[in-house]
């Protein structure tokens, strides 16, 4: 899969799924824009350790809970790079509390992280790959956009309105060359859900060992995590010309979870 020529933005790629995601297009030949946190030295090797594939790749730090700054970073990356041919809307967080102990600030964000900063991207490169009659939007849900667990509710809540934007986008643009697509990962172990091991593990009043078996991979039928790498394959199989019809589509990479 070549995509030379086409330029990529993948929100928070400085770590787990969005790297792997960011590093497939950059060997696919793209030019890639980085986004997210971390410290700026690792932030700058990932960015040395991309290039040299064919496609230029650079880092934007926008924080994708302010609408001001994503505005920003699309203009400033559409202008650098004359089109964003390619939009994965990656950037997340997670909190694992009861409903009743939620902090309403961190509902804020998580709101604003895991789904309206979507609607954002989404909006701002909508005109751009409308004129040019191709690209491809994928956001990047979460089995929990199609199924709840509990101690997740802003976390699931925004995974399904993310679905639901997947779908009504996937629509409004079908005529323009131009698709939108959900993929639902499984269980990934990636910093993030690391963090959410011992939170876990407090909520239910269980050891870590038994959170990762009992919990985590209790639902993952292949008994396996799903890595970043096969993430990165599917992200770029649906930029491919086989899935041009493939659109609106909340696609589960979760080991049979949402099977059963
Ligand atoms: P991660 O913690 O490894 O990476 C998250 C990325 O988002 C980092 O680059 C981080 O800097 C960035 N980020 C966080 N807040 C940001 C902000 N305000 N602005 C810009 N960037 C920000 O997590 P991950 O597991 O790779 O998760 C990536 C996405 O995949 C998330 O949307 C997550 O919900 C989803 N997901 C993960 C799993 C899993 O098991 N790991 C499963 C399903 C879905």
New binding site residues.
Partial sequence: MKLDGKTAIV?????????GIATGFAKAGANVVI????DPVEIDAIVKDLQGHGGSVVYNG?????PDQISVMMNDMEGEFGAIDILVN?????LVEPVENFPPERWD?IIA??MN?SFHTVRAAVPGMKKRGWGRIIN?????GLIASPYKSA?VTA?HGVVGLTKTVALEVAQDGITCNAI??????????E?QIPDTAKARGITEEEVKRDVMLASQWTKK??T?EQLAGVALFLCSDAAENITGIALPVDGGWTAS
């Fill in positions: 929100t928070g790629s400085t770590s787990g799924i969005g790297l986004n997210g946190f971390g926008a924080d994708m809970s302010k990656n950037a997340g967080i997670q964000s992280i895991n900063s990047i849900a979460s089995a929990h976390y995974k639902c990962p499984g269980y990934v172990l990636t910093p993030l859900v963090k995590f799903v970043v």
